[in-house]
């Protein structure tokens, strides 16, 4: 993988950024703009393709980041591009280059986002929605209807508890809610291009946890020695060292295709798990305390990995059915 200038200092921004800011947000669109990248130029963004999203997606995994990037930035503007209204996109994407939260309602309870969970019944929609990215503090809510984008002023919104508390999820109920029709919207695009930015952020999310576990394995001795210093540990860093860079290769191939975004989203989730798995048993009983930030890249991974289909839906765009 080879980076531009341009994409190296955007990556060294962010970081600095998270280093030093408590609450992010504001600072990542004002200073950085973050939120613009996928806007096109015409409409006040940066114009910036997936690549720098992922760059970006990438910082925010390592630190788990409690920030509207992927919902917002990523998946409510791509959907707006989506549907090419040209009116609908000079209304809302300058508000969501200048860091609005966005959020897309579309999946059912049971994860299912093959298929939209709200129907369109003339001006109106109904159905309930789940796990909706930033779905309770968004501003410009969206919703996916018959294949088709919406856009609603008002809804019922409860925030859902979720496992990994720095992914803020919410169940959306329309009843009868009044509803203005932007256009078409191809789902299984729309969720390629959020599985790619996702897998960069697990691969981030992997490196760093990684990098934490082999930071410990310096500092805690056993029998006279550092634990990193007995090979069999040497061999298992070495084995995450490769999970972690294969994991990082696929997330950046991933807006390739339709099938290397389904490559990405199994390697990817696959890798945080396992990384995050082997880091709460090699740093021992400290990993499973509140105090310790493995916990959280732990339940990152479980729930990033349900995310936009689990692995093994996914797998079955990768390789053809057996008969």
């Known amino acids: 993988m080879t980076f531009t200038a341009e994409q190296d200092a955007l990556r060294d921004s962010v970081r600095k950024l998270l280093d030093r800011e408590a609450d992010p947000w504001p600072g990542l669109c004002e200073q950085i703009g973050v939120a613009a990248l996928a806007v096109p130029e015409r409409f006040g963004g940066l114009g910036a393709g997936t690549t720098e999203l992922q760059v970006v997606a990438e910082e925010l995994g390592r630190v788990l980041a409690d920030v509207p990037f992927l919902g917002s930035a990523v998946l409510a503007v791509h959907a ?48 309930e929605a789940h796990y909706v990215l930033n779905g309770a503090e968004a501003e410009i809510l969206l919703v996916v209807a018959d294949s088709s984008l919406y856009e609603v002023t008002d809804a019922r919104r409860v925030r859902t508890p979720a496992m990994d508390e720095t992914r803020r999820l ?19 695009a729309l969720r390629d291009v959020a599985c790619a930015v996702l897998a960069a952020e697990q691969a981030g999310a992997a ?8 930071e410990y394995s310096k500092q805690r001795h056993q029998f ?28 950046y191939a991933a807006p390739g295709s339709s099938r290397l975004a389904a490559v990405a989203k199994v390697h990817c989730s696959e890798a945080l798990a396992t990384v995050a798995g082997e880091m709460i048993q090699l740093h021992g009983g400290i990993a499973i305390t509140w105090e310790h930030a493995a916990h959280r890249y732990f339940k990152r991974a479980y729930g990033a990995a349900q995310l936009f289909g689990a692995p093994a839906e996914h797998l079955g765009r990768v390789r053809p059915a057996l008969s």
Not at 108 to 124: H, K, L, V
Not at 226 to 246: C, N, S, Y
Request: proline letters at 5%; hydrophobic letters at 45%.
């Open 224 to 251: 006279g020695r550092p634990i990193g210093g007995f090979q069999a540990l040497k061999h298992r860093m070495a084995d995450l060292h490769v999970l972690v860079e294969t994991a990082r290769s696929a997330a």
């Open 170 to 188: 919410a169940r959306v109920t329309f009843e009868g809610t009044p509803s203005r029709l932007i256009g078409p919207v191809d789902l299984t």
């Open 80 to 127: 707006v591009l989506a549907t090419g209204n040209d009116e609908v996109c000079q209304r809302l994407l300058p508000r969501l280059a200048e860091g609005a939260v966005g959020a897309v309602a579309w999946t059912d309870a049971e994860g299912d986002w093959t298929t939209p969970a709200c129907q369109a019944t003339g001006s109106t929609v109904e159905g």
């Open 207 to 214: 490196a760093r946890a990684l990098e934490l576990t082999v």
